[in-house]
């Protein structure tokens, strides 16, 4: 089962690359925000920092989080396993608990101080694009990791929920920091299920109002639910990142983003 999962963890790698391409392909064409010169080394320092966290995630948690599926499944614990339904409403209902906890956990992040601190790596990022959705602190990663590990005999999940879970979030994650343009309309039409870009966009704003906002990862549902949704037009123009913090070359390097939890900068 271990084996069979690593391969499915593969899969999934692969999986994102090949959309990955397509996306930055899309944004070098067909950006949102315009004249960006540096599209390609910008990316590749997001990617770097996103391969220590592929590797710290494969050789600390994956055996981990499988363990404790098995022994989830095995005991019966968990909100889903005193539930009996089918196994694909079994399913359906792990991923809106999962993309629930996804939501409570992102506006955790940025309500504690603590985690704060390392989440805002994530938003230093001034020319976001799909390769910011992979851009987090490792220490982030860690913290992240055990959370979820904790969250899973809480809600009964077993591996294969959280296989299909990851299939369909990180997808939406690439596409919803993707600097591309859709045409007003169908981002409204999209946001009615889904996080679109020009809706992720905004949790990005330099507007601290607006960077605490819009903190869903797959369904929309969760920031009107939960009233933390903001919208504005999407031809009006704004500024990504933490406004003038971190706006300098050097904290977008491998090295300043590693650090940007440690500096002496107000956070």
Known sequence: MLEEYINEENTKLLMIAALYLILFTIEHYT???KNRQQHLP???????????????STLCFIVI??????WTWENQLGVLNQIN???????LLAIVLIDLWQYIWHRLNHEVAFLWKFHQVH??????????GLRFHPIEIIYSNIIRISIIPLLGIQLDHLLVYEVLLL????FHHSNIKLYERLDKILRLITVTPHMHRLHHSDIQSETDSNYASVFSIW????KSYTMRPIEQAFNLGLGSRYSEKKWNRLYGMLTIPFSNKRN
Do not use: E, Q, W
């Open 85 to 91: 339904l089918p196994p694909v409403y079994s399913l």
């Open 31 to 33: 950006p949102y925000f």
């Open 42 to 56: 910008h990316s590749l320092r997001n990617l770097a920092l996103a391969g220590i966290n592929v590797l710290l």
């Open 223 to 226: 920031d009107r639910l939960f």
């Open 171 to 174: 997808p939406i994650i690439l």
């Open 65 to 70: 989080i499988k363990h404790v599926c098995d």
């Open 123 to 132: 938003h230093a990022d001034k020319d976001m694009d799909a390769s910011t």
